[in-house]
């Protein structure tokens, strides 16, 4: 007796922990989703050694995707480092942010249903999700970064399509024989060439570096000055160098957040260009936007996106709706902090490795009041612009290269060859080892240096042109830094971003 | 005594029960996946009467997302028909797949997380997954409907992003003086001249129809011919017409599937364009793919890609991966079976409509050998290509204006306007309302026809340079038509698909 009533209290208490445990999350099992969600929770908990990661559409092995390694790793889960490989700083890659979303994984996540959004256009028969629009609009009165009322937005395949549809836009096309000149000032971001002369339009041509029609002299025409604010490569904070009611103006506000420069003022330009890539680092997403102060100019844009591409993906929409949800919503605006806290501890940790050497300087940048947080910070660009200071390293990519490293040459961007762009956006792992070989071969320097006093090594001299460029010390003072760049003519080839 | 051995034994039946229905699904709880999930089912599970849907990123109304309606429908659960709207068969928006990817949600659900596919490449480098192109090539081996063996894969946003890269490549870019000239065949996809002509490239420019330069007298000079097979609007499998070193073809082959015609055999030409949007109904993912002979113009396709948009978004190449997979591995090829039976079912219903007209008629194209279906059978084209047959009805879409209907105008495709396409690949509810609303014309035409005899109205006429069109009869022989258009000029201004 005694017995069965202890059997039936264990069974009782049994079926006590069922029932919680079952409705535990509210009742609601999956039903449609289930098989999508097991699939996608599965490939996630494949484990690749933190240094790498393995997708649902990755190769297949064994019956489950592979890992995906990141750069100098290998092996089945990624657990291998490869020491002879190269430290690859030449992509501007925003991987830094991964972590924050593989944190917030539930909150980011999207279902997207067989039937989700299958018509080319929306109920309005436009290209374009008005919440995706409306949130824009938060994302940017939050950060005060950018001017948004009384304004269109025009979304696109990244600022890479927009760029262009943008010149296209602004282009004279009543004057067949008087194409717009597009220019931008050295350095810049060599895709503005490439992409101007690849298209080859009647309406445009790339005319180089915007100072060589700044006195007036050539100023005949119709112009279209792209100005890079945050500037790629060297994160300076720029303005418009030409004037005049033939002149018309992109901005390119890529890097006009938080994590990478003080933000004074909400920008307020006739035409400015936001990417993803480098607000939430989702670059596979391929989605950007403009924001314009011109109606006829929008719908010029408008039409290039209808005939060029359609529009941008239903399912693009959808996500970057919720990453920029995730973005502004998580209390304390956590991605900003994030990205800015990985940025700033980079920059640290490089200008203390730097401040050692007296053959590479880095780029200084003064700081300025922020009004996103409130007070005065220093820039913490994207990239390293670094220069070879010895008069003998005119190649400062292959002096790199020597020691397995490797940027993006100076050239690339209308500069000398004496200048390296340096990514520092790329994962963890690329940054570490990225420090590891810059500070091996700042501790080879200081081995060189004996042989320099004895006659063997020419002295760093000054070069002509050429400001001596402020040291990075561990005062932290910031000099402003002038530089002159000759213009360079650009090769023009095939660049990985 | 007998009382808790009762007890006991039904609460280890409740034991035995919730253990069952706890692991009934192996086991498995959705963690980090389970709001996403959540949300998706519910937004799923809100009413819209069958005639409308809601969507994850729709507006929101009392905390959840609205209806989205058919045309001609209203009310906050679509359940309201709106009978003074017009009958819209303007657009070939082919949402009449969208009740297979209802039915087969949970094969064709996507989970993304976060995280996902973030960088701006794959590892390899490269813009393109490789299990899709893998997968791409799967499908058109079990449809047999192209070669891709040796060939190589570009993928575009749309057709409409590789129709202009393919003009671009093609392009001949020695003669800055001698653009190659782009034709196509009277009636043709107006987007072909409209997207020539917008992007105003000094490689290429719109010349028109074909026919002007087949007989040597114009043979000067590089060709690129469009060549769309099925053909758009009227259905009819097109050849090439110019030959010869100096032409350069593009297949525009959005049609070839057996959702809309015979598939006779695997196409195999030098550069073939398929879309997402016709084969699944996916007209909002913008994803289609460039098959490639000549390794050059695959590069210079590719180059492209890189410029104009930094390639295809990750989540699209992976919600594409999920629907093919679908398409291809569902048993019996259910999809292709469905898309079948619903053009056919929807032709039968028009033809029957339609054979009672003197005042209309709609092409009629011969049965041919199908080697998917392994049968003889006829076109089911995306498209009717109606004609005004009275003399008096030179503007055809105001006759079916007048009536609460509206197509696509014949002379943007450079026929005249007494041509209409309408389109039959909408919704059920698109499709049901202009069969009802085409029966209302034809059965007041009858009545009109007391008035003709009369000589109230004139009589149909024979126009001079056009043959009568055969028309559809009940007993289903079907005559070959042979229609000669002559060349208009295009309206070239915006146009919804």
Redesign the interface.
Known sequence: ?AT??V??GC??L??LL??V??YS?GG?E????????????SV?SISCSGHG?A??????LDGEPVC??NPCYGGPHCSVFLPECVADAD?G???F??PF??K????????????????????D?SLV????DAQIRRLHAAVGNAVTDGRFIVF???A??LL?AAV?ALSA?NHPLSPSRVVASTPYYP?YR??TE??????YKFEGDTSLYNNGRFSQGNFVELVTSPNNPDGKLKKAVLQGPSVKTIHDLAYYWPHYTPVPAPADEDLMIFTL?KLT???????GWAIIKDEAVYQRML??M??????????????V???LK?AIEIEGKEMFNFGYQTMSNRWRKLSKTMSKSKRFSIQELEPQRCSFSQKLRKPTPAFAWLKCEREEDKDCNAVLNSNNITGRDGSLFGAESRYVRLSLVKSEDDFDLLLRRMGMLVSRENDDSGDRINGILPQNETIGKYLPSARINDSHEWDSVTCRWPLEELATH?L??
Chains 1, 2 share one sequence.
């Open positions: 007796m069965i009533t059997l039936l069974s009782v049994l079926n069922l029932f445990s079952m999350h609601w999956p039903s449609w989703t289930r098989t999508a969600a097991a699939e996608a929770e996630a990661r997708f649902l559409d990755g190769s297949i995906e390694c992509s890659d925003p991987m942010l991964e979303w593989v917030h994984a539930a909150r980011s996540t999207i279902v997207v249903p067989g039937w989700h959004r299958m018509s080319y256009e929306f109920n028969g999700s008005k919440e995706l696109g395949g990244g890479t399509q262009h296209h096309t895709v490439e992409q690849f298209f080859n339009s009647q309406d890539s680092g989702h670059g596979g997403s391929r989605f039409t290039y209808t005939l060029s591409t359609y529009g941008v993906p239903r399912e693009t929409q959808l996500r709706l919720k990453l995730v095939l990985a971003r």
